[in-house]
């Protein structure tokens, strides 16, 4: 059975360079080739990583070699590519979004199942330590049962900051028009949402409240242009859980998750990073709780399953802080899915589900969410419950 697979970058731009540099920690992805509409770029990309230009998207396909396509294209052009590759019969790992539109990504889904394709969508940051010791933390009942989850996706006041001077480590402009037109629920709501529907099931409710606040962020661009930059809702799950997740690029910088259980809190200052740390909060002894103001103990740290070491590090510029992501994680659990015969944790029914629930959260009020997936398996090496 082969070990290793070919794999092909379609899309050169910002994102591009984390998953270069990371497809070295994985030995099952060797890297064909890439390719982007603008060939000057695709030509610096190559250069800058030493691997092979493909001329045009049909030569991409054309190469028997390619078994995985890599669609880090905007968010505009996803659907397309994604279904191109698909029906050249490639395996596909996409960046979140998997499609702009419900209707766009249950044809995706679809299509990938009659071809019997792996479908895989990012972020994987479920993949990581940190996310897979909170899950292990959960399964293990160390807060009891789970009630209430509070998350946090705050970026920053982006327009406030010299973001027209951001480049990556080969060159591509962060791409500032297609981060507002989309806005933060689309770019950004999924990372902890993977999570959440991983740790507790489905969602079925979503009751929002969504707005463009600052309109005219970028000069000569109307803010009709502009998704909302402002976004809450709670959602509730099907094992009962309610969570309250709030994403906006105006609010400063804030990506923690507390999640509240019977018997105390587990606490994640920060989703960006694979190994970030998590801390516990019990519950104050009976016995001493009534000669106490509190119920809950000060925070500890709690280990994680396994160290996170990387060889990247997510630094482009002095004034963003820095992150330890394995981008390319994502992709070698496709890889390993297609090579096992099962299906890929990153899977493409768990990113349509993630995705309705998006949608939902900017509109303002009540939906109700009618798409489920199967649950999802943990990391072999995060362990059973004790």
């Avoid at 702009?100 to 972020?123: F, I, M, Y």
């Avoid at 809702?233 to 507390?258: K, M, N």
């Avoid at 106490?292 to 630094?315: G, M, S, T």
């Avoid at 394995?326 to 899977?347: H, K, L, M, P, Q």
Wanted: charged fraction near 20%; proline fraction near 7%; hydrophobic fraction near 40%.
């Amino acid at each position: 059975m082969q070990r290793s697979m070919g794999v092909a970058i379609v899309g050169c731009g910002y994102v591009a360079d984390y998953y270069a540099s990371t497809l070295p920690n994985h030995p099952q992805l060797r890297a064909v080739g890439v390719y982007d509409r603008n060939p000057a770029r695709a030509a610096d990309f190559g250069r800058h990583h030493g691997i092979h230009v493909f001329a045009s998207m049909a030569d991409l396909l054309a190469d028997e070699s390619v078994r995985i396509v890599v669609n880090l294209t905007n968010p505009q052009s996803h659907a397309h590519v994604t279904r191109s590759a698909l029906e050249a019969g490639r395996h596909v790992y996409s960046e979140k979004p998997l499609a702009l539109s419900l209707s766009e990504g249950r044809e995706l889904v679809e299509l990938a199942g009659s071809r019997g394709l792996t479908l895989g969508v990012g972020p994987c940051t479920l993949l990581g330590e940190t996310a897979q010791t909170l899950w292990r933390a959960l399964r293990d009942g160390v807060v009891g049962r789970p009630r209430l989850v509070y998350a946090e996706l705050d970026d920053g006041a982006i327009h406030q900051m010299p973001y027209r001077t951001w480049i990556s480590e080969s060159g591509a402009p962060w791409p500032y028009l297609d981060e507002f037109r989309v806005g933060p629920a689309l770019e950004h709501a999924a990372y902890y949402l993977n999570w959440l529907t991983a740790f507790f099931g489905p969602v079925t409710e979503v009751t929002s409240f969504s707005a463009l606040v600052v309109p005219d962020k970028v000069p000569g661009v109307t803010g009709s242009e502009f998704a909302p930059d402002f976004t809450t809702a709670s959602l509730r799950f099907t094992s009962g859980v309610i969570a309250r997740l709030t994403c906006s690029t105006l609010a400063p910088e804030d990506r923690a998750l507390r999640i509240i259980g019977d018997d105390g809190v587990l606490r994640v200052a920060e989703c960006w990073d694979y190994g970030a740390g998590v801390t516990l909060r019990t519950l104050v002894p009976a016995e001493r709780r009534e000669s106490c103001d509190h119920y809950l103990e000060p925070p500890v740290p709690f280990p994680l399953v396994r160290p996170a070491d990387y060889r990247y590090r997510y630094n482009q510029s002095p004034e963003q802080d820095l992150h330890d992501m394995d981008f390319a994680r994502g992709v070698a659990e496709v890889a390993d899915a297609v090579i096992e015969g099962r299906g890929a944790r990153v899977s493409a029914q768990q990113a349509l589900h993630v995705l309705e629930i998006i949608l939902a959260m900017m509109e303002c009020g009540m939906n109700k969410i009618e798409s489920t997936f199967e649950p999802v398996t943990p990391m072999p090496w995060a362990g059973l419950p004790a």
